[in-house]
C-alpha cells in the first residue's frame, strides 16, 4: 500500500528550462513534507520541506508547492542544471503513532540535458 | 566531518551468516533511523529509535535488531541472511520530526 506516489519514474529537461516533479499521498494524517535528492551509490540529501499549514516553500532555484484538498505536492527546479540531474524522492511524515519516520516514494529520475 | 557514517559501504556474505552495520551520527541528534531500500528502489522505514522508545516497522523480520550503545550509535544486526535482504541499507538521524540526514549506505549482497 504505497502512502506515498511518484508515478514518473523519469523526467527529462533541457538545461534552462523548468523541471516539474510530482507526487501525491493518500493519508491525510501526513502533516510535514519533504523532497530529497539522490545520487548513485549516495544517502539521500534534504533538499527542501513544507508544512501542512503552508501551501508553498521557496528556496532559491527549488519551490515546493502543497495542494491539501488534491493531497498533492510539486517540485519546481528552475532553471534546471546539469548538476540536479539525479533520483528525487518525495517524502511524508505525519504527527502522532511513529512520529517522525518518513514514508518514501519511489522516486523520479530527472536527467538534465545541456 | 561526514555527519551520518556508516560502515561497511558493501558487505558481501554468505546465507546464514550473522552480520552487523555500523552507523554513527555527530549532529547530536535525538533519533535514528535504518531505511531499507530495496530492488524497486523503494526506501521502507526499518527502525525508528531514539532514547526513549524503539519504533519496529511490522513488516521487518525479527532476524534485524537495532543496538545502540549510545544516543550518537545506531548499528543493525541481522541473524541468519537470506538472499532477500539483499539490498541497500541506511542509516539516518534526524531531531524529532526534523529533517533527517541520512549516511552513504550499505550495499549488503547475499550469495
Redesign the interface.
Known sequence: DQQVKQNSPSLSVQEGRISILNCDYTNSMFDYFLWYKKYPAEGPTFLISISSIKDKNEDGRFTVFLNKSAKHLSLHIVPSQPGDSAVYFCAASASGGSQGNLIFGKGTKLSVKP | DTA?SQTPKYLVTQMGNDKSIKCEQNLGHD?M?W?KQDS??????MF?YNNKEL?INETVPNRFSPKSPDKAHLNLHINSLELGDSAVY?C?S?Q??????????TRLTVV
Open positions: 551520518v533519533t533511523y531505511y524497486k528502489k523503494f526506501l521502507k522505514i525508528s519504533i541506511f539516518a534526524s524529532y520530526r526534523g529533517k533527517a540526514f541520512f549516511g552513504q549506505g
